[in-house]
């Protein structure tokens, strides 16, 4: 999970960008179509509604397309994805020749000028944002040099068909509101889109690694199972042999140490795979063993990790505890929640439990500084800095620039699990300085943030669940 947090600290949403996004396949197909309505429009104009065009200009500019579309594919592959240098060029020689064919019939005033969105939008959706930037630019230009600039379109007999300037402005006007806000809206919903996709990644990626640290664990587990009785008789043998050959001290050195190295390679295996047992009668384990799990990574890094049962840390041993599933979404989201709160607590977190006939809950609270109050609806969405930015969080991790992925990797596992979270602060209490500082840290109450999360009993602890009960031999579970 570290691992996954640092990496993903690199990214910011600002700066996403979506490289080769877009096949050459489909900017083709596009303006195919483009230029089949850009006939199908110059022929009903000029035959059926008698508009005199300019047909040989008007043609040529179609033409440009239609060269552009058959060099592109000659020369690249149809499934060539493009880069992002390649992708603008490509819109803004769209744009371009959009423009020129609106100069030529009628500039604003004719109704295909909205046409000029699609470039835009397209941008918006598959470019960063300075390219997108560029694109729009030249598009918002374009239209307001064809407010002074085009040629009025004309009948056979010679009228002239011209809009008033008043809905000559109110075209242009409309055109630009339409380019900015349908840029900025498909791209804000392009970006959440891709940043949710890649922290679901994120989130697939932790709980695949936590699922394979389990499954070695296992292996570990059972091999050390195995290799018990060999490593046992090959100890056992060797201490008889130390005992009859104790007047042959150059064959009682090989002896002790065949001896030793058998006993150093069952602690070995103890030591590895005491962590990963895959035992049928470990797949569900008390609230208490469950929580100890998750929050042991994250015991020795400085903090103070208080667990508790209704407020007293004594209470762990309890035996009507609830048993709940030691699934790795369970574990991993937990364990998500303890090492956020362990970052930017101060001195203490604390991890309280709370059961009844309905429900299980857990909250963890520490005494940093808390979420930030304008990121409150936020919290757990991917990408968010979820921490004030003050002088003491610095002080606590001045490097520290978070993201708030790692909540939403522990909101998402454990919702799966039917959980529902709630993040906040910690009320301020009215109590002196001094009165807090005589406070045990096993009854104090958190400062800073809080993060509650809360089971429907009945979801999580199936009491008739097989599991639940003795299943015979250990079983591996191979990665």
């Not at 300037?165 to 959440?192: E, H, K, N, P, Q």
């Not at 030691?326 to 977190?349: C, K, S």
Request: include cysteine.
């Amino acid at each position: 999970m570290n691992a996954v947090s640092s990496s993903s600290n690199s990214l910011t949403v600002s700066s996403i960008s979506r490289p080769n996004w877009v096949r050459l396949r489909t900017l083709v197909a596009l303006r195919w179509l483009a230029i089949g309505g850009q006939i199908s429009a110059i022929l009903i104009a000029s035959t059926v509604l008698g508009i005199n065009l300019r047909l040989d200009l008007c043609g040529l500019a179609i033409a440009a397309s239609i060269v552009f579309n058959i060099v592109a594919l000659l020369s690249y592959p149809a499934n060539k994805r493009l880069n992002e240098v390649s992708v603008t060029l490509t819109l803004l020689f769209d744009v371009t020749q959009l423009i020129i064919l609106l100069y030529l019939t009628g500039g604003l005033s004719n109704p295909f000028s909205l046409l000029l969105l699609a470039p835009v939008t397209i941008s918006a959706t598959a470019l960063t944002l300075a390219s997108t930037l560029i694109v729009g630019t030249v598009a918002i230009g374009a239209i307001t040099i064809l407010v002074f600039n085009y040629e009025p379109l004309n009948l056979m007999d010679g009228t002239v068909i011209e809009l008033p300037t008043l809905l000559i402005a109110g075209m242009w006007s409309s055109l630009v509101i339409g380019i900015v806000f349908l840029a900025g809206y498909a791209r804000r919903i392009t970006v959440d889109n891709l940043s949710m996709s890649q922290a679901l990644y994120a989130t697939q990626m932790a709980l695949a690694r936590e699922q394979q640290l389990t499954a070695l664990g296992g292996v570990v587990a059972a091999a050390a199972h195995e290799l018990g009785t060999p490593l046992a008789t090959i100890k056992l043998v060797s201490t008889e042999l130390a005992e009859e050959l104790t007047d042959r001290t150059d064959l009682l050195e090989d002896v002790n140490l065949i001896k030793s190295q058998s006993e150093r390679c069952r602690d070995i295996l103890r030591d590895m795979g005491s962590g990963g047992r895959d035992d049928a009668l470990l797949r569900h384990a008390p609230l208490s063993a469950v929580i100890m799990e998750a929050a042991q990574p994250h015991l020795n890094r400085g903090k103070n990790v208080i667990v508790r049962i209704d407020g007293i840390a004594s209470n762990l041993e309890l035996p009507e505890q609830p048993l709940i599933p030691r699934h790795p979404e369970i574990v991993h989201g937990i364990r998500n929640l303890i090492q956020n709160a362990v970052d930017f607590a101060q001195q203490t977190v604390w991890v309280d439990m709370t059961w009844d006939e309905d429900t299980i809950s857990l909250t963890i609270g520490d005494d940093g500084a808390g979420f930030a109050p304008d990121l409150a609806g936020r919290l757990g969405e991917p990408y968010v800095g979820t921490r004030k930015r003050n002088t003491q969080k610095d002080t606590i991790r001045p490097d520290y620039d978070g993201m708030g992925l790692g909540l939403f990797i522990a909101k998402t596992l454990l919702e799966r699990t039917g959980a529902s979270l709630h993040f906040s602060n910690a009320p301020a209490l009215d109590i002196d300085a001094s009165d807090r500082a005589q406070t045990p840290q096993e009854l104090a109450q958190p400062s800073g943030a809080i993060v509650e999360v809360n089971w429907e009993r009945d979801g999580l602890v199936n009491e008739n669940d097989p599991t639940r009960e003795p299943l015979g031999q250990n079983e591996l579970n191979l990665p």
